[in-house]
């Protein structure tokens, strides 16, 4: 009792400065003079909250703040603030808002946390209710209708989102404004560690984001919202469960969150566990499926999760201090293996026939899975005017210890580690000359390591030291932003040898079909075996912005941003030399200097940071009974980073001796031929991708728009469309043009909705990229809220590919193997206390 009471006393005594005690007080209405109930009334720099009534009155008491700024938040309004200055008496403060025909959240990611409607740059805020809706076990499949943002979808038990056709490095992951520091930026196959259990929003920022977050937010950002560290206070105990069935996959879930607290403490904790078996799937997994594939099933889709969070936090209200921590344990398959290798288990020796295929069943069952390992730790506190001539400082960190291990046939292989530190500071300063913004600190380290016959990057540490400045100011309609940002990127990593055996097949058109036994006779095999020794990697990255955001009449408005970011490369596109099984492909990284015949220099090639100058148009309308929002963008890329299909065959390396028993033999960065004419399987190799650097430009737009048909029925109809081309060639994978709609209807507690989206073809491939079919796909969902005993119940059905479509993601690496799941009937219960 003695330690927690100094402790108390000790946190108050930092973040309580009290000077005067003043009554404000006032009401909030609309523009037809009707009152506002339910509107968040806040007091800038301290943590004190209120909410307007039913006839949409607040008041604050003992307001110990001698500078005096308000803030209205309401979902259906524009956000309304004034600021009153230095006061000494009692205050009676009225506002009028103005309606919004679209609900106008504050963004956090963005560095002043304007709300949707105000931001300079382009965004959507998912929030709370619409994302109990939308969730999906991995964060691309949930995100993935959102206008510009698509799914890399490797399966449904991993995904990131793409956004705008930038994924992986160019797309930042964050928590609460923190990396989630997991490795999904180094492979489609690794799913992202964020999860969405409490989540109140998820904001996603479209086009350069680097100013806040830096090199690795070139193409955007995602950041989750959630209550792990309680920001304010808590009276009582309040929260949420919820349990769900799936038919596709026979998937159980279920989760639950608690918020609650006493006097100056608050704590916080969520949960959830997730348990699927394979998904169903329309036909065969396999664009050319062999004879003795399973029909109607995705092998080895499966996955277990669960994950749970506690929080702490001490909320004055001069700021607050939390910490939370974070244990995720997830297994999942890898889709696109367990088949492929049950036959080249079955077809790899015929002198032991019996022997492999049993091993081939056994492995065909299990495929390979990801065994999940992450403990997550974070700090976050403000204080609010600290000294004289700062609002606001902000503090966050985290640290995060990740491992997944790849099991192939029950054992353990390849092991991937990484330990991650983040830190942010940032100070808010008090208007000068009408301007008013934040300057900052970051600081963030990864030391990455992967131990395996499948590490195809060697163990190497990124360490990055970045400054930032964010500045606004407001004349008449009209909203200017500038920013910039300075960033110093290292990258050291250790020796790694690589072994690239190339098959090149001789066609002559003159010549009849080849004899099975001959078919080798037209091949040539080179072999590459080097060691290199890398230097560290120095990036001195500068990004700079400018934009501004004219509400040219009541309810409309137009926003332009110019910004220039560099991006300094990542381990995986810097250091890559290996076989990647998930992706079934041969890596080479930008740091080795090959030719078109796949021969490697025994010296380093030169490395440049990635130069992108974009801007960005966003015209909106949000009052009235429709309105839309769109934005045109273009990307203008210097030394842009991508990873291409060679065309070249590096072969797999199963060596046999002679008369001597067959022994698999394997090595980091290392991959060989073998020479049976009995194993033709093994002959087909792993393509080649090589991590490159040219000029690109990329454009396109992405548009919403709604119409309300009556009180309770709004339409809804969105589209994207991406262009993305290098040097007279397209980028593989870039998204296909798409249109969706859905009406939506909502009275007395019943909401129901029932869309489509339409996938066009995609034509526009890279070389040794093939076109992919477009795909219609049709969505339906029925909800039912009310009361009982003081708890608010939500009976809740959905239903997805009603038609039952077979459709292939082209943004997938895995688009032949493992198609979208089949229909699928999802119902639940949902509980809010």
Partial sequence: MKMRSLLSLTIAGLLSAPVYATTVTGKVTDTAGKPVAGAEVKIEGTRRVAYTDENGVYRFDDVKQPHIHLHVYSSEHIHGDNDLGDVTRDQNVDFVLKPASVENIVVTANALQSSVLESVTPVTVIGAEKLRKIEAPTLGETLKNAPGVHSTYFGPVASSPIIRGNDGPRVKIVQNGLDVSDVSRVGPDHNVASTLTSATQVEVLRGPATLQYGSGAIGGVVNVVDKRIPQYPVEGIEGEAETSYSTVNEGTYTRGDVTGGKGNWAWHVDGFYRDTENADIPGYASIDPDEDEPKGELESSAMETSNIVAGLSYVAEEGYFGFAVEKLDNEYGVPGHSHAHGEEEHDDDDHDESEHDDHGEEHSEEGVLLDVDMTRYQMAGEWHSPVEGLTNLKFAAAYTDYEHAEIEDGEPGTVFTNESSDIRLSAYHEEINGWHGVFG??????????????????????????????????????????????????????????????????????????????????????????????????????????????EYAEGHAVAVTLSRSERAPSQQELFSAGQHLATQSYEVGLVFDMDDEGHIEESLSGVKEEVSTNLDVTFRKYSGDWGYSVSFFFNQADDYIFQTNTGLIALSEHEEHGDEEHEDEAHDDEIGMHEDEHDEHSEEGLPVYYFQQADADIWGFEAETYVDLSDTLRLTVFGDYIRAEIEGDNLPRTPPMRFGSELSYMKDGLSADVGLTWYDDQQHVASYETVTDGYTLVNASVQYEFASQGIDWVLFARGENLTDEEARVHTSFLKDPAPLPGRNFTMGVRALF
């Fill in 441 to 550: 600190l970051q600081f963030n380290h990864s030391d990455y390591n992967a131990v395996g016959e499948e590490a195809f990057t060697p163990a190497n540490t990124t360490s990055s030291y970045a400054l930032y400045i964010v500045e606004q100011k407001k004349v008449g309609d009209i909203t200017f932003e500038l920013g910039g940002r300075l960033e110093r990127t290292t990258l050291d990593a250790d020796d790694s040898e690589i072994e690239l055996d190339i098959a090149h097949e001789e066609h002559d058109e003159h010549e009849g079909e080849e004899h099975e036994g001959e078919e080798h006779e037209g091949e040539e095999h080179e072999e590459h075996a080097l060691a290199f020794s890398f230097p560290d990697y120095n990036f001195t990255s500068l990004s700079l912005s400018a934009g501004a955001n004219w």
